[in-house]
C-alpha cells in the first residue's frame, strides 16, 4: 500500500506483481537491481557478494546499506507478524483485497 | 564501510538489551535465545521441517547451541525458519504448556532483534556480531493489566485502554507509533515493543516519515524502500 503511496507521489504507478513475480517490472527506478539483492540476502544465496556489488556500484555504498537495513528489519517483522498471529487490520484488508487477491497473496495465509 | 552513525547505535543498543535480563526472561535466557536463532539457519532439522509438506513431520533433533529446554529450542528454531507455517494450534499446544504468554512473547522480540541486525550483516558480507555476555539481574516482571484478547493468538494492549493500573513502560511504547497491529503484537512486553522499533525505526523509517514522500531521508527513496519490504514479505510468504 506505500509503495502504491510513494507512487502516487510521484506520479508514476509501481507494480506490484514485482513484488511476487521475478520477472515483472516494478517501475520503481532500479527496482529490479534491489529486488535481487534482496532475495540473495533472504537467502543467504551464492550471488549475495555479486548482487550486493551490483548495488553498491549503481546506488553506490549509501544506498547498499539502507537496503540492506530495510531487508533485515523486514525479515524479521515477518517473524513477529507470524509469531504472534495478528490480523491484518480492518481498513488495510479492504484497501488491499484487491491486489491480494490478484497476487495470490490470500493463499499465504491458508497455508 | 561507512555505515550511518544513528543505525550502529541502534545496533549498539539492541545488543546492550540483549545482554541484560528482561521483563520475564533473565540475561543467561536471552542470550540463548540469540544462539539459537543462529543455529536454527544451519540446523538439519529445520531444514528438513521446511521441506517436508507438514511443519509437524518428525525431522529429528534440533542442533542446539544452549542449555535451553529442547522444547524452547524448537519453539525459538520454528519461528526463526519457518515461521508462516505456525498454527493457531501450535500456538496452543506450546503456551503455557512450554512457556507462558510473557515468556512467548518476550522470545519472538528478541529472535526478531536478532535476526534484523544479522541478516543486515549478512547482506553487506559483514561478520556477525559477537553475542554480548550475560550481564547480573533480575528480570522486572511487570504486567501489562490492559492486555486484552483482540484477534491474535497473545494478547495485545490498544493504546486507547491504557490505565493508571499500567506500567509506564507500557504508555512509553506507542510513543511516535501509529498502534497497528504490528506495533501491539509484542505489547504484552512494552520492552520488547520499544526495543524493536527502536530499531525499526533506524533500519526502516521512523512512523512519522512513512507518509512523508515529500522527504526522502534515506540513500534509497520511499517507493525502493517499499519495494524491498515488500518483496521481502513475500519471500517470507507473510500476509501481514
Known amino acids: 500500500m506505500l509503495l502504491r503511496g510513494s507512487g502516487l507521489h510521484a506520479g508514476a504507478t509501481f507494480s506490484d506483481a514485482a513484488v511476487v513475480d521475478r520477472g515483472a517490472e516494478s517501475g520503481v527506478p532500479w527496482g529490479g537491481l534491489l529486488l535481487a539483492f534482496a532475495e540473495a540476502a533472504v537467502a543467504n544465496a551464492p550471488d549475495l557478494a555479486e548482487q550486493r556489488q551490483a548495488v553498491m556500484n549503481e546506488l553506490g555504498e549509501n544506498a547498499m546499506i539502507d537496503a540492506a537495513a530495510v531487508i533485515g528489519i523486514f525479515q524479521a517483522v515477518v517473524k513477529i507478524a507470524d509469531a504472534t498471529g495478528i490480523p491484518l487490520e480492518d481498513p488495510k484488508a479492504e484497501i488491499s483485497s484487491n491486489f491480494r487477491e490478484e497476487l495470490g497473496l490470500n493463499a499465504y495465509k491458508e497455508e | ?240
Open chain 2, 1 to 240: 564501510m561507512a555505515i550511518r552513525k544513528d543505525l550502529t547505535e541502534a545496533h549498539d543498543r539492541a545488543w546492550d538489551r540483549l545482554g541484560r535480563a528482561g521483563t520475564w526472561l533473565n540475561s543467561a535466557e536471552k542470550v540463548s535465545i540469540a544462539e539459537e536463532t543462529r543455529s536454527a539457519l544451519a540446523c538439519i532439522a529445520c531444514a528438513n521441517r521446511k521441506e517436508a509438506l507438514t511443519p509437524e513431520a518428525n525431522v529429528g533433533v534440533h542442533n542446539s547451541a544452549s542449555d535451553l529446554h529442547p522444547d524452547w529450542v524448537d519453539v525459538i528454531h520454528r519461528i526463526t525458519t519457518d515461521a508462516n507455517r505456525l498454527t493457531k494450534r501450535w500456538f496452543d499446544r506450546v503456551v503455557p504448556e512450554v512457556l507462558s504468554t510473557e515468556k512467548y512473547v518476550e522470545t519472538i522480540g528478541i529472535i526478531a532483534e536478532t535476526i534484523a541486525v544479522d541478516r543486515f550483516h549478512v547482506a553487506l558480507g559483514l561478520p556477525l556480531r559477537n553475542l554480548p555476555i550475560p550481564k547480573p539481574g533480575e528480570p522486572s516482571r511487570e504486567s501489562v493489566a490492559s492486555a486484552r484478547e483482540a484477534g491474535a493468538w497473545v494478547p495485545m494492549v490498544n493504546p486507547d485502554d491504557l490505565s493508571d493500573a499500567d506500567p509506564a513502560a507500557a504508555y512509553a511504547m506507542y510513543e511516535g507509533r501509529g498502534g497497528a497491529n504490528i506495533h501491539r503484537a509484542l505489547s504484552l512486553v512494552p520492552a520488547c515493543v520499544s526495543g524493536f522499533f527502536d530499531l525499526d525505526d533506524a533500519m526502516y523509517l521512523p512512523d512519522a516519515m512513512l507518509r512523508r514522500f515529500d522527504i526522502e531521508p534515506r540513500a534509497i527513496s520511499h517507493s525502493q524502500i517499499e519495494l524491498l519490504a515488500a518483496r521481502v514479505s513475500a519471500l517470507n510468504r507473510c500476509l501481514y
